[in-house]
């Protein structure tokens, strides 16, 4: 069993939670929900996991989340899978709380030790009931979670670097912007946009023009409404 692994004990005073979300609204209702309904106490909330590692690196593991609420996408950007590899082997427990519904970054996460995926649409219930899971060292997900982690013939298999490209440029970027933001030449992030356009026709689904990109990432939950 892994660090990550063990079974987190709930204290009299609840679980302490941590929550990354750069969606302030969506941040306060789940501060709400985990004190106000759960019992729990939230010991750091922040737009991106650069905050929150500066706040780590300032407190004692003592005061460190048991279990982390992590979004996916932030500040317009998929989270990379280093930085959650970096919160596991701290001993936090990271349950996702995303819109994102990409089946192969959801079973990367899986194989990292992640404790499992809530959907933004799921209810509050659902997210107590999975951070509970979560901080016991079980596995949560919803049943439509589940299916899409499972398999999706529909969805195509996105590296990391095409999943940031297309996130960034459907966005409205462009891809001199695109390029800027992933630290490469223009050339490879047009060829990063145009494999995942190719991918998207290879399962049948048009990504030519960029409306048709952006709706197609939209629908693959890789861009949240």
């Known amino acids: 069993m892994s660090l990550h692994d063990r079974p987190t004990p709930i204290g ?3 679980l302490r ?5 750069d969606h302030a609204l ?4 789940l501060i709400f929900t985990v004190t ?6 939230v010991v750091v909330a922040c737009d991106d996991l650069m905050q929150l ?12 989340p048991q279990v982390l609420l992590l979004d996916l996408l932030l500040g317009g950007r998929l989270v990379e899978l280093d930085g959650v590899r970096s919160l596991l082997q701290r001993g936090i427990r990271v349950l996702v709380v995303s819109g994102t519904r990409d089946g192969r970054l959801l079973q990367a996460l899986l194989r990292e030790g992640v404790a499992g995926f809530v959907a933004k649409e799921d209810s509050s219930r659902e997210l107590l009931a999975a951070l509970e899971a979560a901080a016991t060292g079980n596995v949560w997900t919803s049943p ?6 499972a398999s ?9 670097r095409e999943l940031e490209a297309v996130t960034l440029y459907a966005q409205g970027l ?6 800027r933001h992933m630290g490469v030449g223009y050339e490879t992030a047009r060829q990063y946009v145009d494999r995942a356009r190719g991918k998207w026709a290879a399962v049948g689904r048009d990504a030519r023009t960029k409306t048709q990109l952006y709706e197609a990432a939209r629908q693959d939950g890789l861009l949240e409404p």
Not at 26 to 29: S, V
Not at 55 to 64: D, E, G, N, T, Y
Not at 144 to 149: F, P
């Open 174 to 179: 462009t891809m001199e912007s695109v390029a």
């Open 53 to 64: 590692d500066d706040w780590l690196s300032a407190h004692p593991p003592q005061r460190h």
């Open 144 to 149: 439509e979670l589940a299916e899409i982690v």
């Open 36 to 41: 106000q309904r759960g019992g729990h106490r």
């Open 152 to 160: 999706d013939p529909q969805r195509p298999a996105l590296s990391e």
């Open 26 to 29: 969506f941040r306060d209702g």
């Open 17 to 21: 939670v941590g929550i990354v979300d």
């Open 12 to 14: 009299a005073h609840g």
